[in-house]
C-alpha cells in the first residue's frame, strides 16, 4: 500500500471511495467542491495496485471572531469498507497531520468520533476555547495542536469553508 498526495487520475477513485463509505453522494461533493475552492486544501489517498482505498481531506477553518492561527479541519475521511480496521485510516490521518505541519499550520480540528480521534492526540476543543459553528456534542468537535502552544491564547467559533453547509 502507497500513500501519496492526490493526483489528477485519483479522482473516480476517491469519489468511489467516498461512496462506497457513506450512505449519500454528500462527502464525495464535498470533496469536489473543496478541491476546486479551498485553498491550502490537502488531499491524501491509500492506493494499492491502482486501486484507492482510502481518502483523507484537510481544509482551512476560520476562528470567529478576527484572525488567529493557520488551522486545518480534517474530514471528510473514508476507507473502503472491505478494508476497514485494518490501520488504513490511521496511517491517513498520520500522513495528513503532516501536511499540515509541512503548510505551516498550527492546529487541526475534526468533528469526528471520540473514541477515534483521540489515539492521534485530539482532544475536546473546549479545551482550547474553541467551539464549533455546527451542534455537535463536546466531546465530537476535537482539535490537536501541531505546534505546541498554537491555541494557548486563541478562543472563537471555528468556521468551516462554505461548501461544508452542504453536507
Known amino acids: ?16 471511495v467516498n461512496l462506497a463509505a457513506f450512505p449519500t453522494p454528500a462527502e464525495a ?15 491524501i489517498v491509500a492506493e494499492e495496485d491502482g486501486v484507492i482505498l482510502g481518502h483523507i481531506a484537510f481544509s482551512p477553518v476560520r476562528l470567529e471572531p478576527g484572525a488567529g492561527p493557520r488551522i486545518m479541519g480534517l474530514g471528510p475521511m473514508a476507507v473502503m469498507p472491505g478494508r476497514q480496521r485494518q490501520g488504513i485510516g490511521s496511517t491517513l490521518v498520520r500522513a495528513g497531520l503532516e501536511a499540515c505541519t509541512q503548510l505551516g499550520a498550527g492546529a487541526v480540528v475534526v468533528v469526528g468520533h471520540p473514541d477515534y480521534y483521540p489515539r492521534f492526540g485530539f482532544v475536546s ?25 498554537t491555541l494557548q491564547h486563541t478562543s472563537g467559533t471555528a468556521t468551516y469553508h462554505p461548501a461544508f453547509d452542504s453536507v
Do not use: W
Open 125 to 149: 476543543a473546549s479545551r482550547f476555547g474553541l467551539k464549533c459553528q455546527y451542534d455537535v456534542p463536546d466531546d465530537v468537535f476535537m482539535a490537536l495542536e501541531l505546534e505546541p502552544g
Open 1 to 16: 500500500m502507497r500513500i501519496r498526495s492526490e493526483e489528477p487520475e485519483d479522482v473516480e477513485g476517491i469519489i468511489d
Open 29 to 43: 461533493h464535498l470533496i469536489n467542491a473543496l478541491r476546486h475552492e479551498a485553498t491550502p486544501f490537502v488531499s
